[in-house]
Nanobody, 126 residues
């Protein structure tokens, strides 16, 4: 019902920037939450940032506050993750995800979102 396609990953030096994009298609009205997750090697996915699409309210993990910005362009059915001041510790596979639920679930809930992108690799070198 909803398909997510990610892009924008790559390899950058510490202090650099990337902007990840997640384009949604299908029945996008069935979701009200978009989020970015990361997965480091030998680890489960962890929430990076979320946006409650109706209100525009956002959530950020403590590790990225002040450096990353999640935003949406409804006309393009796209959610972005602007990543500035990148650090080697940011290296991971990043996934966008979509769900329908409360803002609490969107910001703090479990990672079993209904729809997931394929992931895009971000590598930050020192």
């Amino acid at each position: 019902q909803v398909q997510l396609v990610e892009s924008g990953g790559g390899s950058v030096q510490a202090g650099g920037s990337l902007r990840l994009s997640c384009v949604s298609s299908g029945n996008t009205y069935s979701t009200n939450c978009m989020a970015w997750f990361l997965r480091a090697p030998v680890a489960e996915r962890e929430r990076v940032a979320s946006i409650y699409t109706g209100s525009g309210s956002t959530y950020y993990a403590d590790s990225v506050k002040g450096r990353f910005t999640i935003s949406q362009d409804n006309a393009k059915n796209t959610v972005y993750l602007q990543m500035n001041s990148l650090k080697p510790g940011d290296t991971a596979m990043y996934y966008c995800a979509a769900a329908f639920g409360t803002w609490q679930y969107c910001f703090l809930g479990e990672t079993d979102f209904a729809y997931w992108g394929q992931g895009t690799q971000v590598t930050v070198s020192s």
